[in-house]
């Protein structure tokens, strides 16, 4: 089936950036698992993986031009490469989250370290990391199955959610004009000042998207799958706008 070769191709082509930035991102958990060692102090970390949800924005951005060229070059319709192009996505989000979990459970052997799944639906948000009376660490990662798990679902959904966000990005820019990639360029800097302008008077409408997204990302009562669903929902959002972008798409000169 084309769509699995699209796919295929993809995830390969992007398996050369994905080693150089575990390449980088390993050595800076080794010297700061040494720095730890050899100092003897308490030094943590924590939410170390978000490098990985830059990474994958970045991914998404560069995932169409070059793809979509190749994939008209060799006759593939537009759909078939779309759903090659999801199918890889998912693939590398998949695979990313597994290596996260397993550097950060290896990094924890040397320096404290929770992941941002620990830092919202764990014991953590009750006792923190240290003792700051006794400086004395009181967190310790949990590699239970369903933390494990969750942490795993959690963060793939995540993933493929940003990179899914980057594509979009990419694709309006690519299908806008010169004029239409200034306004789009400058528009979340006009929203985030008439928000600030607005602040006063929104303070109602504030406090109900604040417990919509706690209901949303079931922050209070600690469910990441609500979560889940939540990134899975929206990315699915994002899917049908990269479709309708995609669908008449034309290789540019």
């Given at each position: 089936?084309?769509?699995?070769?699209?796919?295929?191709f993809?995830?390969?082509?992007?398996?050369?950036?994905?080693?150089?930035?575990?390449?980088?991102?390993?050595?800076?958990?080794?010297?700061?698992?040494?720095?730890?060692?050899?100092?003897?102090?308490?030094?943590?970390?924590?939410?170390?993986?978000?490098?990985?949800?830059?990474?994958?924005?970045?991914?998404?951005?560069?995932?169409?031009?070059?793809?979509?060229?190749?994939?008209?070059?060799?006759?593939?319709s537009?759909?078939?490469?779309?759903?090659?192009?999801?199918?890889?996505?998912?693939?590398?989000?998949?695979?990313?989250?597994?290596i996260?979990?397993?550097?950060?459970?290896?990094?924890?052997?040397?320096v404290?370290?929770?992941?941002?799944?620990?830092?919202?639906?764990?014991?953590?948000?009750?006792?923190?990391i240290?003792?700051?009376?006794?400086?004395?660490?009181?967190?310790?990662?949990?590699?239970?199955?369903?933390?494990?798990?969750?942490t795993?679902?959690?963060?793939?959904?995540?993933?493929?959610f940003?990179?899914?966000?980057?594509?979009?990005?990419t694709?309006?820019?690519?299908?806008?004009?010169?004029?239409m990639?200034?306004?789009?360029?400058?528009?979340?800097?006009?929203?985030?000042m008439?928000?600030?302008?607005?602040?006063?008077?929104?303070?109602?409408?504030?406090?109900?998207?604040?417990?919509?997204?706690?209901?949303?990302?079931?922050?209070?009562?600690?469910?990441?799958?609500?979560?889940?669903?939540?990134?899975?929902?929206?990315?699915?959002?994002?899917?049908?706008f990269?479709?309708?972008?995609?669908?008449?798409?034309?290789?540019?000169?």
């Amino acid at each position: 089936m084309k769509f699995l070769k699209i796919s295929k191709f993809y995830f390969f082509e992007s398996l050369f950036a994905i080693k150089i930035y575990y390449a980088i991102f390993i050595s800076v958990l080794a010297l700061l698992a040494f720095s730890r060692i050899s100092s003897g102090g308490n030094m943590s970390s924590s939410g170390l993986e978000f490098a990985t949800v830059i990474f994958m924005f970045v991914v998404g951005l560069d995932s169409f031009k070059s793809d979509f060229y190749f994939s008209q070059s060799v006759s593939v319709s537009r759909k078939t490469f779309l759903k090659g192009l999801m199918l890889g996505i998912l693939r590398i989000s998949m695979l990313m989250s597994v290596i996260d979990v397993i550097l950060n459970r290896i990094y924890n052997l040397f320096v404290p370290s929770p992941t941002m799944f620990d830092m919202l639906y764990t014991a953590y948000r009750d006792t923190g990391i240290m003792n700051y009376r006794t400086l004395e660490f009181i967190w310790k990662q949990s590699n239970e199955i369903y933390i494990l798990l969750s942490t795993f679902v959690w963060q793939f959904a995540l993933y493929t959610f940003v990179c899914l966000a980057g594509l979009l990005i990419t694709l309006i820019y690519y299908r806008s004009n010169k004029w239409m990639r200034v306004v789009v360029s400058i528009s979340p800097v006009f929203f985030f000042m008439l928000m600030r302008g607005l602040g006063n008077y929104l303070i109602d409408f504030s406090g109900s998207i604040i417990s919509f997204m706690d209901k949303a990302f079931g922050y209070s009562n600690m469910n990441p799958y609500m979560a889940v669903i939540t990134f899975l929902v929206a990315g699915g959002i994002l899917s049908v706008f990269i479709y309708l972008l995609t669908r008449k798409a034309e290789i540019k000169e």
